[in-house]
C-alpha cells in the first residue's frame, strides 16, 4: 500500500513539472525568460515566458511561432541555443521575429538582459567566432609564396558582380570569392607593394561589394522564411524586415544612398521595437552599380598614372 501512494505521488509531481528539460531549448531562459520547443509540424515555437522577465515585458507569448533571431532562422534547438549565445556574447538585443494569429510580430529582448544577476546562470561554453566576427577584420593576407598583382585585384573586383546576378548565382559563392579578393588587397598591404592611395581605392570598391553581400544575405534570409523555391525570383520591389542593431542598419548608415531602398525605418516602443522595411534587391543593384562606378574611375586613374 505503502509502495502504492509513493507511486501516486511520484506520477503526480511528474505531471505537475515544467514542460521542458535543460538544454539547448532553454537557452539564455534565465537571463531573457523565454523557452523555445520544437513545434508538432517542425520549426520552433515559444514554449514558455516567465513572468516578470525581459521576455514578457517584450510581448513576447507561449504559442508565437519564432520565424527570426537577429539574423538567424533557428528551426532546431541547437540552432536556437547558438543564435542565442552569439546575442549573450556581443551583448546585443534578441530581435525576434514571430508569427501570431496568422501574422509576423517583430519583438526585441533588450541588450540589458543580459546584465540580469542569476545566481544559477550556467557559464557558456566557448565556442569559435561567428562568420560576423569574421568578417568585421580584414581577412588575412595570403602565404609569402602567393603571386598578387594589382591587375588581377582589379579584374577580381570587376568579375564580383558581372557573374552574381544570374539565377544560379548563390550568396554563399559570391562572399567565398570576395574573400579571396580581399585577401589579395590585405597582401598587397602587407608587402607594400602598392601606394597607400591606390590601397584606399581598392579598400573602398570592396567595401561596396561587401555591402551588397549583406543586402543579398538579407534577401536569402527572407527567402528562407518564406520557404521560397529558389528558382523563383526574389522581386525587385520585395521588402524585408530589419532592426536598429542589425547588419543592416549598420549598412544603410555607412551608405546614405541606400535610404532610397528603405520603405519604413525601425521605431522602438514601451514594450519592444517596430521592425524597419527595405527593399535589399534594390539596395544590392545600388550598391553594385556605385562599386562599378568606383572602379571604373580606379582604373582610368591607374592607367594615367602609367603613362
Known amino acids: 500500500m505503502a509502495d502504492t501512494r509513493r507511486l501516486i505521488v511520484l506520477m503526480t509531481l511528474l505531471a505537475t513539472a515544467p514542460a521542458y528539460a535543460a538544454g539547448p531549448c532553454d537557452e539564455g531562459r534565465a537571463q531573457t525568460g523565454v523557452a523555445a520547443a520544437v513545434a508538432a509540424d517542425g520549426g520552433l515555437a515559444v514554449q514558455t515566458v516567465d513572468p516578470d522577465s525581459p521576455a514578457a515585458e517584450a510581448g513576447i507569448v507561449g504559442g508565437d511561432r519564432i520565424l527570426q533571431l537577429n539574423a538567424a532562422v533557428p528551426r532546431t534547438c541547437a540552432e536556437w541555443a547558438r543564435a542565442v549565445r552569439d546575442a549573450r556574447r556581443e551583448r546585443k538585443a534578441m530581435l525576434i521575429l514571430v508569427e501570431r494569429g496568422g501574422r509576423d510580430v517583430p519583438l526585441a529582448v533588450a541588450a540589458a538582459a543580459w546584465q540580469r544577476a542569476v545566481a544559477t546562470a550556467a557559464v557558456p561554453a566557448a565556442e569559435p567566432p561567428t562568420v560576423r566576427h569574421l568578417v568585421a577584420s580584414p581577412p588575412p593576407p595570403l602565404p609569402e609564396s602567393a603571386t598578387v598583382t594589382l591587375d588581377e585585384v582589379t579584374g577580381g573586383l570587376g568579375k564580383l558582380a558581372a557573374t552574381s546576378d544570374g539565377p544560379n548565382a548563390r550568396v554563399d559563392t ?134
Open 174 to 307: 559570391y562572399r567565398h570569392d570576395l574573400v579571396a579578393v580581399e585577401r589579395q588587397i590585405e597582401t598587397l598591404a602587407a608587402r607594400r607593394a602598392v601606394p597607400p592611395d591606390v590601397l584606399e581605392g581598392l579598400r573602398t570598391v570592396a567595401g561596396y561589394y561587401e555591402a551588397a553581400g549583406v543586402a543579398w544575405g538579407s534577401e536569402e534570409s527572407e527567402r528562407e522564411r518564406r520557404g521560397q523555391p529558389r528558382h523563383i525570383p526574389f522581386r525587385e520591389g520585395a521588402t524585408v524586415p530589419y532592426f536598429e542593431d542589425s547588419d543592416v542598419a549598420e549598412t544603410i548608415e555607412r551608405f546614405p544612398f541606400l535610404r532610397d531602398a528603405v520603405v519604413r525605418e525601425p521605431q522602438s516602443g514601451r514594450v519592444g521595437e517596430s521592425a524597419g522595411a527595405w527593399r535589399p534587391r534594390q539596395a544590392r543593384a545600388l550598391l553594385w552599380e556605385h562599386g562599378r562606378d568606383e572602379l571604373a574611375k580606379l582604373t582610368a586613374w591607374l592607367s594615367a598614372r602609367q603613362q
